[in-house]
Structures are given as structure tokens and as C-alpha cells.
């Protein structure tokens, strides 16, 4: 008897144990449980999706910001779902729903994205009322997108909503991470006495385009648009190239084997071809009804030896009518270059004065270690905001090397050479060749 009372109390107390464990146990593992539980929902999600937005209104900027809001829209919606997303209506739209910050999550607005994948102008007209009505198809970045609404509480409504996004009136441009459009707006760049005559800047079109491809009136379209872009920054004293020109090289066979590869696009190869510092892609929308025509060109601007977007434009025309189709769409299309050759001059003025970007190459370099000493040697010089080493090569004594200068490249020559010919190890430091802004130097 008293043996099978001691067996019971410990049978109970080994019960008592192990329920306490697996408690203590399952308690531990919630976080982690969470996180995964997290993780798969994310991935749950496409990386993008497409979206169809709609916009109304007389003024083009406002009809525009109204159908980017309402793509950003539809993708919340997508996310969260109607219930979620009725519950935060309020913190959504005081945090996401404005132009400025739909941007973001569109993809090729602020960075390249796959010609498949640009947006579209799938439909504008302006009715008898004057009203803009437009129809935008656009890729939105989702995991992004989720990301953001989760960081700012779309989980639990918070308690503090975070500050809207203040959008313009007006149609705005969109630089990129460059320090020239870097400057506080307390302390505004000067930009009055800035010359921009010393730049190249080439315009074309994106051949490989889908719309392009399946319509061959897309890609008159495309050359007006050019043509128009053209005449306008000629006008500001800038060097541009001409479309046939253009049109030739960008025919050449190894030219077009490069740009089927898919890695690098056709407006950075004609850029490398004919040394051009900037380069442009233009993509026309062009909508017309009888002979009634308007037209929305949407631009971006690079810097061909970094690849980096320095600013975006999406103009729009009025809309013309004439005699005939081509002429209502030309006058359209003439008004909308226009207006980007107005606040184009301005983000070329701020890309001078912030300072140009040049490739600089190296010769004659005994080692690493000298190829070092010169980045540190170049960073002290006046005028120079950055210099990086890019890449190099002991065996063939060449180095390359990212350069960002106040000055034109005239300017950047004299200066490194007035600077670094008189230093030990410098004697033999000379300019061997100068093409737009690639500069080589030579060491021996």
C-alpha cells in the first residue's frame, strides 16, 4: 500500500514537471513563431503587380496625381483587403496619397525597371467640358509597399498618425540621388551664373518597347517626340545629336546583339557611342479622337558613366485640333517639350553646379598602393566634391576611377594636372586623351 501511494506522488509530480516545461517551452517559441508566421505572409505576395488608375480633372498634373493616387489605392487595397483597409482609410491616405509619394512604389519612376514593366498612358481625352480624363497601367513594388504600411501601423490603428506628405500644385520634376539636387531648400543654389553650354545630351527612344514593337505608329510617335526634345534643348545652347545620326548607330549590328542581351539599354550604348555625358528616354502617350489629339511625354534623364536618373518628367500638351491627325498630335506633343525644356534647364543647371560626374582612367599605375595615393591626392583638390576608385588591374598598370567636379572638363584637366604635376611621383603625370566627359591620363 505504501508502495503505490509513493509511486502515485511521484507520477504527479512528474506530471506536474513536464505540463510546467511544455508551458515554459511554448511560451519561448511565440516571438519566433510570429516572425515566421510574418515571413510567409510577406512571401505570400508578388515582388509587383500591375494596376489600372484613373484620374479626372482640368488642370494635366491634377488629372495625374489623382490616377497615381488611385493605382497606390488599389494596391493598398490589394494588401490589406476591404476591411483592413476601410478600418486605416484615414492613416492611408494622410500617409500614402499623394503624387509624391505614389512615386515611390511605381516601378520606373525613381530607378529603371524592365520595358515590360514601365508605366503606360492606357487611355487621356478631354471631354466637351474641358475635363482630362486619364487611365494609368502601372507596376506597383508590393513587398515595398507592405512594408511601409505595416511600419506605420496598419496592424493596429495607431495612436499618432505620422505627418502628411505636402504634394504640389505644380507638375512636378523628380531628380535623383545626386548631390546636386541634394542642396537644403533653406539654403537654395545659386544658379544664376551657371553655363550649361559645355554639355553633350542625347535623346532617343526605347526600341525595344513592347507598345513600340506591335505598333509602328508608336514609333513615329517616338521620333517626333525626339525631334521636339531636340530642337528644345538645342535652344539652351546645349550640344544635342540628331536623329538620323542617332538612327544609324543605333542600326549597327552589334549595337542591336548588345541591346537583345538585356543588360544594358539602347540610350546607354548610343550615349557611349557618341560620348555624350547625358542621355535621355523618351516615351510619347499620344490619344486622339477624329482630329482632335493630346499628347503626355514622359522623360528621363541619366548620367552615362554612372547610370544615374538625375530627374524624371511627365508633361502634357493641351489638346489641339486641326486639319489633320498628325498635325493636332505634333502641336500637342511641341507644347508638352516646352514645358519639360523649362524645368529641364533648371535640373541641368543644379547638375553643373552640384557637380558634373567624369571617368577618369589611370595609366601607367605601378600598384595598388599608388593607385590609392592618387584618390587621396585628387580629393584634396579644389573643386573635386568625390573621387572613388572603380576598378583596376596590376598587370595592365590601369585604373579607373569615379570623379565628381565643379567645372567643366576642361576645367577638371587643368586642375588635376596644376595640382599633381609638381608632386613626388607625379613628374610624368600628363593628359593623353579627353572624349565628352572621359578624361585618361598617363603616369609614365
Known amino acids: 500500500m505504501m508502495t503505490k501511494r509513493i509511486l502515485f506522488i511521484l507520477l504527479c509530480f512528474f506530471f506536474a514537471f513536464n505540463t510546467g516545461c511544455t508551458s515554459t517551452s511554448r511560451g519561448s517559441v511565440k516571438p519566433d513563431i510570429q516572425k515566421e508566421s510574418d515571413r510567409l505572409a510577406m512571401d505570400s505576395y508578388p515582388a509587383d503587380k500591375d494596376f489600372i488608375g484613373e484620374g479626372s480633372a482640368t488642370d494635366f498634373s491634377d488629372a495625374r496625381s489623382a490616377a497615381y493616387v488611385d493605382v497606390i489605392k488599389k494596391a493598398t487595397i490589394y494588401i490589406l483587403g476591404d476591411e483592413k483597409y476601410n478600418q486605416n482609410r484615414e492613416q492611408i491616405e494622410k500617409s500614402f496619397f499623394s503624387y509624391s509619394v505614389a512615386r515611390r512604389y511605381i516601378l520606373g519612376e525613381t530607378e529603371k525597371a524592365p520595358p515590360e514593366k514601365q508605366k503606360k498612358w492606357i487611355y487621356n481625352n478631354r471631354d466637351a467640358e474641358g475635363v482630362l480624363h486619364l487611365q494609368l497601367k502601372a507596376y506597383v513594388n508590393i513587398k515595398m509597399l507592405k512594408a511601409d504600411l505595416d511600419a506605420v501601423g496598419m496592424k493596429e490603428i495607431p495612436q499618432t498618425p505620422p505627418p502628411a506628405v505636402k504634394e504640389s500644385k505644380k507638375d512636378s520634376v523628380s531628380p535623383g540621388a545626386t548631390t546636386s539636387e541634394k542642396s537644403s531648400p533653406e539654403t537654395p543654389l545659386d544658379l544664376s551664373g551657371v553655363d550649361i553650354s559645355s554639355l553633350t545630351f542625347l535623346v532617343y527612344y526605347n526600341i525595344n518597347d513592347p507598345v513600340i514593337q506591335k505598333d509602328p ?33 543605333a542600326n549597327e549590328r552589334s549595337l542591336l546583339q548588345e541591346a537583345s542581351s538585356g543588360n544594358v539599354g539602347v540610350g546607354l550604348l548610343l550615349a557611349q557611342k557618341v560620348f555624350a555625358e547625358l542621355y535621355a528616354e523618351v516615351s510619347p502617350s499620344v490619344s486622339y479622337q477624329g482630329n482632335r489629339a493630346h499628347v503626355i511625354l514622359n522623360v528621363k534623364v541619366f548620367v552615362r558613366t554612372t547610370g544615374a536618373m538625375i530627374a524624371t518628367y511627365e508633361k502634357g500638351g493641351q489638346q489641339y485640333e486641326s486639319a489633320s491627325l498628325p498635325a493636332a498630335i505634333k502641336m500637342s506633343m511641341r507644347e508638352a517639350a516646352r514645358k519639360i525644356r523649362e524645368e529641364l534647364s533648371i535640373s541641368l543647371k543644379r547638375y553643373i553646379a552640384g557637380g558634373r560626374f567624369y571617368f577618369v582612367r589611370l595609366t601607367g599605375v605601378k600598384s595598388y598602393k599608388e593607385a590609392s595615393r592618387f584618390t587621396s591626392a585628387v580629393k584634396k583638390i579644389e573643386g573635386v566634391v568625390d573621387i572613388s576608385l572603380k576598378s583596376g588591374s596590376k598587370e595592365d598598370m590601369v585604373y579607373d576611377y569615379n570623379l565628381q567636379f565643379k567645372g567643366n572638363p576642361t576645367d577638371a584637366v587643368d586642375r588635376l594636372i596644376e595640382a599633381l604635376s609638381d608632386k613626388p611621383g607625379y613628374e610624368n603625370f600628363d593628359l593623353k586623351e579627353i572624349r565628352g566627359n572621359e578624361l585618361t591620363f598617363s603616369m609614365d
Open 217 to 249: 505608329d508608336q514609333e513615329t510617335y517616338a521620333k517626333w517626340a525626339v525631334d521636339n526634345l531636340n530642337r528644345e534643348i538645342a535652344s539652351l545652347n546645349v550640344k544635342t545629336f540628331d536623329l538620323e545620326t542617332v538612327e544609324k548607330l
